[in-house]
């Protein structure tokens, strides 16, 4: 079983939690008009494997988003903090 | 180069009499430094557009360069499903395509894949799926593709185990049968695309991985690998959950996630299931092996991961499904459970064809539908490498759709890669 570290409720099974994807994207500006930016923020992703960024809503906990770091690779948790802090704390 | 024997009832006679021994099904060749076509990725889809480019088009300077061995990926572990019932245009008779090659792959590639047309239906569970299955229905029929809706009492008598009690909690209305729908063994797939394109004298090298491209401007004219750089006329990316992987060392970013897909066997019991059989309440789908295990899967894990090893709670979840359709399965015990690497998209579509760079040709994205369209992938495929265009079939499945709003969503379920 995963288990997430949460900055609020601890080490937490991941079922308590929504996965919501690559962290490190940066979202376009509000207004923006440029299809190909919207594009690649929306579709396209990195898909490494090895260590990745990424959201999670603890949504049967504290209901906080936040960003984890995991090896796609082997499943290896890493640090985690809120995701109002930015994609790096 | 030694003559490989064909295989038939007088061979194994002949062989059980007087004992020679069987000769291997494909050779083992070293790398040559060139070739026309340069195939990344030994799984089902990669051979089969091998066989078809020597066989249908005549282009024989052909290698299959496979990281493992022959038959280690996504196409020795799937649950071995093959239908048509798809409904968007493009993809109802890419899928027909690939059954009616089904229909005739033992007997062209001279080695039994042992199709079994055993059936499939799909169940729904409310008056409002019901009319989702009659047009989904109506879809195949438009297109010659024969199928029947069940009423109730009809599934009740086609299949007389599943949950009919008052207290079920997801009561069977109906349900869509494919009746040429059935299943294939998933590793003659490989080994007999494998032994018939050797036959033609394409190179299969295994154990051969790719770890860059050749790149001549806005050209890819080869790969390196761990046994040598190979020079390639067309070089083709069709290696199942690592399309990211590849793709990345060639410097394309794709619309594709890897997820986790778990399958599962129980104990051999005695002939119980005969068709294959699709929850219509949670994606679940079951069919009896030949040995008699129950073969059954259901939804990806969730989040991305390259490990191959599933997650437990999927595991309960799909448990849970079998039992709430077929509550005789309740006492049979898990003999393995096992997880293969899927490329997700956001429409649950594949991508197909020509790719940005000049010479470098695309095939992933294949979510849940990979096996059964082995056949068509690899005929399509060696159709866009034969002729640098696509094939009819494939022309919604350009890897761009997305930035032309073009997603194929089969599923209605949105644009989304993790849920599909």
Known sequence: MLRIPCPHCGLRDYTEFRYAGDA??????????EQ?????????FDNPKGPHLEYWQHVEGCRQWLVLERDTSTNTVGQSWLARQGAKP | MTALSHYSAFALARRALFGSKWQRAWRKPDPRPAYDVVIVGGGGHGLATAYYLAARHGITKVAVLERGYLGSGNVGRNTTLVRSNYQMPGNTEFFEHSLKL????????????MLSQRGQLVLAHGPGQLDVLARKGNTMRLNGIDCELFDRPDVQRFLPFLDYSKSCRFPIYGGLFQPRAGT???????????????????DIIENCEVTGFLRDG??????ETSRGRIHAGRTLISVAGHSSHLARLVGLRLPIESHLLQAFVTEPIKPFLDCVL???????????????????????????????RGQFPKVRTVAECAVALIPGMSRLRLLRHWAGIQDMTPDGSPFMGRTPLRNLYFNGGWCYQGFKATPAAGWCMAHALAHDEEHPFIRHLALDRFERGNGSDEYGLGLWTYKQ
């Open chain 1, 36 to 44: 190909r930016a919207w594009y690649e923020y929306v579709f396209v």
């Open chain 2, 278 to 308: 699709s929850f219509g309440a949670e994606l679940f789908y079951i069919s009896q092996s030949d040995k008699g295990g129950m073969v059954f899967g259901g939804h990806i894990d969730g989040f991305n991961s390259y490990t191959q």
């Open chain 2, 218 to 223: 806005a050209a890819v004219n080869g790969v």
């Open chain 2, 102 to 113: 089904w229909e005739g792959l033992s007997h062209e590639l001279n080695f039994n894949v």
């Open chain 2, 184 to 202: 294939v063994r998933h590793d003659a797939v490989a080994w007999g695309y494998a032994r018939a394109a050797d036959r033609l004298g394409v």
């Open chain 1, 24 to 33: 490190t994207k940066p979202r376009p500006a509000h207004g923006t008009g």
